[in-house]
């Protein structure tokens, strides 16, 4: 018998992008929306975007009605109270944000919150790469490094629901600053943000010439970086093995804690290819224990751009 509420949405709330899909049973997204996350000062103005966003959307699948419920994935989304909390990326999350509440309150629907990385792992379990895994480990490497992971069949929360953020592991003693108020974050360092990060330090202490060097250093963004390191850019090759060495060896510890049968990743910094993943593999493996090493598959997530998130996102929904 067919529901009578056929669709959920999902929400995959990112530092850059805010992505909305409303998702069938079959796993199918529907219809898709994104709004920009940091185009706005405070979480109401977000709100009242993203609402204005999901209404259309709402009424091409036949209005409200059909929506049986929402699930979303952000960064320091607490599973346990439908808050986000202490936000780093978000800038209109520096405190606690009744997020589950609010879009409750606007659409007349149950609205559910996960962290956008545990999320991103359901996708992938449900979906994706994990089908059939009940021990991994997705990192997300976007504008931070998000992480979820799934031991023994189960997602990691903890006693708080903010279990498992290993994008905040202290990767570099004394390191780059972080956006949490720590220093040395795998983050500063691993993720899209922090890429250019290392671009413009390195084109600020050496004279080596690069085709970044075309461009103002204040605008550098990884995905420059990886044009450049396909070009045969030596500066941009230099950049990449120094980021995927920094995480490969930061994952060797992880595996040291739950012994994952793989490493999935998901996002914008994975579609640099081999430039990233090569040296991930290398320095992982160099740094495993003996009595780890070869067992975890190091792999980039199968379901396309953001829909591992959004997907991960509608199955709390579900």
């Given at each position: 018998?067919a529901?009578?509420?056929?669709?959920v949405?999902g929400l995959?709330?990112?530092?850059?992008?805010?992505?909305?899909?409303i998702?069938?049973?079959?796993?199918k997204?529907v219809?898709?929306g994104?709004?920009?996350?940091?185009?706005?000062?405070t979480f109401e103005?977000?709100?009242?975007a993203s609402?204005?966003?999901?209404?259309p959307?709402?009424?091409r699948v036949?209005?409200?009605?059909k929506i049986?419920?929402?699930?979303a994935?952000?960064?320091?989304?607490?599973?346990y109270?439908?808050?986000?909390?202490?936000a780093?990326?978000l800038?209109?999350?520096?405190?606690?944000v009744?997020?589950?509440?609010a879009f409750?309150?606007k659409?007349?629907?149950?609205?559910?919150?996960?962290?956008?990385a545990?999320?991103?792992?359901?996708?992938?379990?449900?979906?994706g790469?994990a089908?059939?895994?009940k021990?991994?480990?997705v990192?997300?490497?976007?504008?931070?490094v998000?992480?979820?992971?799934v031991?023994?069949?189960e997602?990691v929360?903890?006693?708080?629901?903010?279990?498992g953020?290993?994008?905040?592991?202290i990767?570099?003693?004394d390191?780059?600053?972080?956006?949490c108020?720590f220093?040395g974050?795998l983050?500063?360092?691993?993720s899209?943000?922090?890429v250019?990060?290392?671009?413009?330090?390195?084109l600020?202490n050496?004279?080596?010439?690069?085709?970044?060097?075309?461009?103002?250093?204040?605008?550098?963004e990884?995905?420059?970086?990886?044009?450049?390191a396909?070009?045969?850019?030596?500066?941009?090759?230099?950049?990449?093995e120094?980021?995927?060495?920094?995480?490969?060896?930061?994952?060797?510890?992880?595996?040291k804690?739950?012994?994952?049968?793989?490493?999935?990743?998901f996002?914008?910094?994975?579609?640099?290819?081999?430039?990233?993943m090569?040296?991930?593999?290398?320095a992982?493996?160099e740094?495993?224990m003996?009595i780890?090493?070869?067992?975890?598959?190091?792999?980039?997530?199968e379901?396309?751009?953001?829909?591992?998130a959004?997907?991960g996102a509608?199955a709390?929904?579900?």
């Amino acid at each position: 018998m067919a529901t009578e509420k056929p669709y959920v949405i999902g929400l995959d709330l990112g530092g850059t992008n805010s992505v909305f899909g409303i998702v069938d049973a079959n796993a199918k997204v529907v219809e898709i929306g994104k709004i920009k996350t940091g185009a706005y000062e405070t979480f109401e103005e977000w709100l009242d975007a993203s609402i204005a966003c999901l209404k259309p959307m709402i009424e091409r699948v036949g209005g409200i009605e059909k929506i049986k419920a929402m699930g979303a994935g952000a960064p320091n989304g607490n599973f346990y109270n439908g808050t986000i909390e202490f936000a780093p990326n978000l800038k209109w999350a520096k405190g606690v944000v009744p997020f589950a509440k609010a879009f409750e309150e606007k659409l007349g629907i149950p609205c559910f919150l996960s962290n956008d990385a545990n999320c991103a792992a359901l996708g992938e379990m449900k979906y994706g790469a994990a089908r059939g895994m009940k021990n991994f480990i997705v990192i997300t490497l976007g504008t931070g490094v998000g992480s979820g992971i799934v031991v023994n069949g189960e997602m990691v929360y903890g006693c708080d629901g903010f279990a498992g953020e290993l994008g905040h592991v202290i990767a570099e003693r004394d390191g780059r600053p972080c956006g949490c108020g720590f220093k040395g974050c795998l983050e500063t360092y691993c993720s899209a943000t922090g890429v250019a990060r290392t671009a413009r330090e390195i084109l600020a202490n050496t004279d080596e010439p690069s085709l970044l060097r075309e461009k103002d250093p204040a605008q550098i963004e990884s995905l420059d970086v990886s044009i450049a390191a396909g070009k045969g850019d030596k500066v941009a090759k230099e950049i990449f093995e120094f980021t995927g060495n920094m995480l490969g060896r930061t994952m060797a510890d992880f595996t040291k804690f739950s012994s994952p049968e793989a490493y999935i990743f998901f996002g914008g910094l994975t579609k640099a290819g081999d430039l990233i993943m090569d040296p991930i593999k290398k320095a992982y493996e160099e740094n495993c224990m003996p009595i780890f090493k070869g067992k975890a598959k190091i792999m980039v997530s199968e379901l396309p751009d953001a829909d591992a998130a959004v997907l991960g996102a509608s199955a709390l929904a579900w």
